[in-house]
């Protein structure tokens, strides 16, 4: 099977922009979360979707949005960035009770 | 915020020598996870545990679910340079918290050939 597929791996955005990074789940996995990782933070919880369902949340403000399709891909959106908004975003698939996370997309907000 | 307290925060050990880290929460988990990452991927899983006093296995890893179940340890016997990277561990609420891991702040690992 292949593994959790995030797009793309890198990008750079300027202050104000807005960015839309995509992850393809583990064939089979419905359930996908969206984690943003940072040196200072470390690794924390953004939002997760089952079944085109929004069923948690974590404390990030509204500037950051998701949505999964029916085929369980999902993406994620950042409006209006900021330089805090840089960081490692991974998104991860579940089966059972494990998350398998994919290799990350590196923002740089300059 | 992070609830997860794991340590210690580095190791810097020779190539043979066995390792032990651990996590301490201030919550109940009903799954503990251990992950490694290397530098620029994202985390792997290493082992997935899911009763309390649980010990589990995995080559040269093995993990335990403390029996309070606010505690996890993981020990790597016999470390070798490949073992070198970023180890997280991971707790799941479980019931309505669908996806939403809390992660340790990492312990980085050192190993000199």
């Known amino acids: 099977k292949a593994g959790v597929t995030q797009t793309p791996r890198y990008l750079i955005k300027t202050r104000g922009q807005q960015v839309t990074l995509s992850c393809s789940p583990i064939s089979g996995h419905r359930s996908v979360s969206w984690y943003q990782q940072t040196p200072g933070q470390g690794l924390q919880f953004l939002f997760e979707y089952f079944s085109e369902t929004q069923r948690n949340k974590g404390n990030f403000p509204g500037r950051f949005s998701g949505r999964q399709f029916s085929n369980s891909r999902s993406e994620m959106n950042v409006s209006t960035l900021e330089l805090g908004d840089s960081a490692l975003y991974l998104c991860a698939s579940k089966d059972q009770g494990e998350l398998f996370f994919g290799e990350g997309s590196r923002l740089t907000v300059l | 915020g992070q609830q997860l307290n794991q340590s210690p925060q580095s190791m810097f050990i020779q190539e043979g020598e066995d390792v032990s880290m651990n996590c301490t929460s201030s919550?109940?988990?009903?799954?503990w996870l251990w992950y490694k990452q290397d530098p620029g991927e994202g985390p792997v899983l290493l082992i997935a545990?899911?009763?309390?006093?649980e010990l589990t296995s995995n080559g040269r890893l093995t993990a335990q679910f403390g029996i309070t179940r606010k505690d996890s340890f993981l020990n790597i016997s016999a470390s070798i340079p490949s073992d070198v990277g970023i180890y997280f561990c991971?707790?799941?609420?479980?019931?309505?918290?669908?996806?939403?891991?809390?992660f340790g702040q990492g312990t980085i690992l050192t190993v000199h050939p």
């Open positions: 919550s109940i988990f009903n799954t």
């Open positions: 545990l899911y009763k309390a006093g």
């Open positions: 991971a707790g799941d609420a479980g019931g309505t918290s669908y996806g939403k891991l809390t």
